[in-house]
């Protein structure tokens, strides 16, 4: 899963770790028998007002034994944070900005002073009520060198933290080192939720936050829970608790969803076979989160044949991405046509080459490359790397190009292929700010530049459209940067898929949008 480069992805975090069920023997059932498939997945989980209490039991897979909650940390258990923590900013489901901690945000005539107005009468679970001096604390936080938080990258050439200011208690003044109309968007990733003042060395194991669920137990890859926090500023959450068990195969996930020993399976995305299997039992369901999931065969532009433009040119042109959508997804998806911006977003140009195997057999004899033969890298990791891969093998025949689909093993995949193997499968989660996208994952140096591409011409595009105050032309900027990215860039992008989520049938409220569900409105039917 690719998030952050993977907190979210549980990559580089969850490589090699192989941990026993936590709930026992039982979880080992023989397999996914007498459910009949079903033609169609359903588009939605059931609806209706859960009633108030219960415990809801999350299936996850293990992470590494060093994982933390800390949000800030590349560790982090992320299926936690949502439910300890708040942020200043938080995206809502139509993909705007909405306040969180802060009520109000405003910059100055240049974008380079922000200003943000924090909510008063919030505490945390503590009881330490929340003030600005937290909201200072965990951008400094995020910004030590000693936490080494993914999110630094993105902050740190804006934010000095010796000058952050708060003038009273309820407000936080940002200065930046150069102005960026988009800030506060940047303050939505899951790394930016709030922690006390003061906590660096004991928030990994407390949990304190101001978030609908305070912490009970938690286990480093393995089972925790979260109870309510009744004081909660935004009001008491519909359940009692949740539970968290770490189960390492996902068959093993999905059979307890079947056998009604979970209640969601949070973090896998079911391959077709079971969510068919799953949707047809009695006792479970399927919800589908549309374009959730942002796929990505890579081509590592510092090694050959990458290293030419009209190579990554060709290998885009060479195949048909709704070819792709229609054999890896069944049709569960939207095609990417190589733009990483989702179709959802409201900067995303709808602008994009068209399948010309033709065309790219002209570049590749231009290059030199004439009947170009590659390796591309895939995994069980992810249930449609391997789809995708194939069907990016037979679409791209047509251009004389031969993929040779290299399956390697899933517990080191992230340590030993991703960014190491000229050509791999990869992915992320959509919902990041298209600013953060465009530089955590395009721009000359990020540490998550999975292409290691670097254009002096791209990074200049986005100084100007993050320094631009005029919605309509920073709006036409990112418009460029896609166009730059497509053209020039080193990322195909076949696919955006829905990712399926297996949920007991009793679940009501499940609303995921960006990294998360909605941990204050989820319940259960008859809990």
């Known amino acids: 899963m690719s998030d952050i480069h993977h907190p979210g992805r549980r990559s580089v975090l969850a490589a090699g770790v192989a941990s026993a069920a936590s709930l026992g023997a039982s979880w080992l059932l023989s397999g996914c ?61 139509d993909g705007e900005l909405a306040p969180d901690l802060a009520e109000s945000w405003e910059p100055d005539s240049t974008a380079r002073t922000w200003t943000f107005r924090l909510r008063k009468g919030v505490t945390f679970h503590h009881g330490r009520p929340f003030t600005a001096a937290d909201a200072a604390y965990t951008l400094r936080h ?79 890859a393995g089972p925790g829970r979260v109870t309510a926090y009744r004081d909660h500023w935004a009001g008491a959450p519909v359940l009692d608790a949740i539970a968290f068990y770490s189960v390492a195969d996902m068959s093993a996930r999905s059979n307890a969803l079947l056998a009604g020993q979970v209640d969601l399976l949070s973090q896998t995305n079911l391959d077709f076979a079971t969510a068919r299997v799953v ?52 049709g569960a998806g939207t095609a990417g046509w190589d733009n990483p911006v989702p179709p959802s977003d409201p900067v995303h140009i709808p602008a994009h080459p068209k399948h010309d195997p033709e065309q790219a057999r002209h570049l590749l004899k231009k290059a030199g490359q004439e009947g170009l033969a590659v390796d591309l890298h895939t ?38 292929i991703w ?20 530089t955590q994952i395009f721009r000359s140096g990020s540490s998550y530049n999975e292409t290691a591409w670097s254009d002096k011409d791209f990074d200049a595009l986005l100084d100007r459209a993050r320094a631009e105050t ?11 940067a896609q166009t730059t990215v497509i053209e020039k860039g080193g990322a195909m992008t076949p696919m955006f898929a829905d990712r399926l989520v297996g949920i007991s049938r009793a679940v009501r409220g499940y609303a995921e949008h960006g990294f998360e569900f909605d941990y204050l409105g989820i319940g259960l039917k008859g809990a």
């Open 379 to 416: 995994s069980s990791y992810d249930p449609l790397f391997t789809p995708m891969a194939l069907a990016y093998q037979d679409s791209a025949r047509r251009a004389g190009i031969r993929i040779r689909v290299k399956t390697a093993s899933a517990d080191s995949y992230y340590t030993q």
């Open 142 to 220: 995020i910004l030590d060198k000693a936490t080494a938080s993914p999110q630094a990258a993105v902050l740190a050439p804006l934010v000095d933290p010796e000058r952050l200011r708060t003038p009273d208690a309820h407000t936080l003044v940002v200065p930046l080192k150069s102005p960026n109309a988009e800030f506060p968007s940047l303050l939505t990733h899951y790394n930016c939720y709030v922690v006390p003042d003061g906590s660096a060395k004991s928030i990994g194991r407390t949990g304190i936050g101001t978030g609908p669920f305070k912490l009970e137990s938690f286990a480093p």
């Open 279 to 330: 949707a047809a039992s009695d006792r479970a369901t399927i919800a589908r989160v549309k374009n959730a999931q942002w796929y990505v065969l890579p081509m590592l532009t510092t090694e050959k044949p990458f290293t030419d433009v009209r190579v990554r040119q060709a290998m885009k042109l060479a195949y048909d991405p709704e070819h792709v959508v229609k054999v890896a997804l069944q």
């Open 419 to 438: 960014m190491k193997k000229p050509l791999m499968a990869t992915y992320w989660f959509t919902g990041r700010p298209v600013d953060q996208l465009f």
């Open 470 to 480: 005029d919605d309509a032309r920073r709006r036409e900027l990112y418009g460029e």
């Open 33 to 93: 028998t007498g459910a009949a498939s079903t033609p169609v997945l359903p588009a939605v989980a059931a609806k209706g007002a859960p009633d108030r209490g219960g415990t809801l039991r999350i299936a996850r897979p293990p992470a590494s034994d060093a994982e933390t909650l800390d949000p800030a940390s590349a560790l982090s258990a992320y299926e936690y944070l949502g439910a300890l923590y708040n942020r200043l900013v938080r995206v809502d489901a």
